[in-house]
């Protein structure tokens, strides 16, 4: 089975640029989604098709896709971005997640 | 507006079957490239694909739960129900249904969820 690969965490000082990664073999050829989960709430999509973000979404998410590894980047961190990000694709009619990562804004 | 609600059993026992069941509004599970989806997340855990019915009633399950699960729509009511069978303590969790774009690929609207707790 297809398996997506994430950072348990990743910490970034306020108003400088967090990247997230999601590997996975030949990713680059999927679609790559991310979901950003704050404690309590349900998930919040990011960033859909590897770099589109839907309205609302802030210019500060950005995404890429190449290769192995789906990035997510956050540039000028702020402390309400803290929250868990999952990266998801499509594999062969099963739909995966990644095992999330904890964005920790210092 | 969009909005979908989780509700069904907040307790059930081990060996019983799940019913959970999905309201939606906002949109119709008619209209060509809609799906509604299933998710789940243990507590403190990650993000776990369950199920997905199409506007055309095909259906993708998780390969690794596809024998417990069933999806089915009901159009007029605006419901998607979710049957989980013979519960087990591991299946306790909070379960998530979602708007799902077949087009794009995506959870674009997701209810708030419901705890579900498998205990005797």
């Known amino acids: 089975s297809y398996e997506l690969t994430q950072p348990l965490s990743v910490s970034v000082a306020l108003g400088q640029t967090a990247r997230i990664t999601c590997g996975g073999n030949n990713i680059g050829s999927k679609n790559v989604h991310w979901y950003q989960q704050k404690p309590g709430q349900a998930p919040v999509l990011v960033i859909y098709r590897d770099s589109n973000r839907p309205s609302g979404i802030p210019e500060r998410f950005s995404g890429s896709n190449s290769g192995n590894t789906a990035t997510l980047t956050i540039s000028r961190a702020q402390a309400g971005d803290e929250a868990d990000y999952y990266c998801q694709v499509w594999d062969s009619s099963t739909m995966v997640f990644g095992g999330g990562t904890k964005l920790t804004v210092l | 507006q969009i909005t979908l609600k989780e509700s069904g059993p907040t307790l059930v026992k081990p060996t019983q079957t799940l019913t959970l069941t999905c309201t939606f509004s906002g949109f119709s599970l008619s209209t060509s490239g809609v799906g509604v989806g299933w998710i789940r997340q243990p507590p403190g855990k990650a993000l776990e694909w369950l199920a997905l019915i199409y506007w055309d009633d095909d259906k993708r399950y998780s390969p690794s739960l596809k024998s417990r699960l069933t999806i089915t729509k009901d159009t007029s009511k605006n419901q998607v129900v979710l049957t989980m069978t013979n519960m087990d303590p591991v299946d306790t969790a909070t379960y998530y249904c979602?708007?799902?774009?077949?087009?794009?690929?995506?959870?674009?609207?997701w209810g708030q969820g419901t705890l579900v707790t498998v205990s005797s």
């Open positions: 979602a708007l799902y774009d077949f087009w794009s690929g995506y959870y674009g609207y």
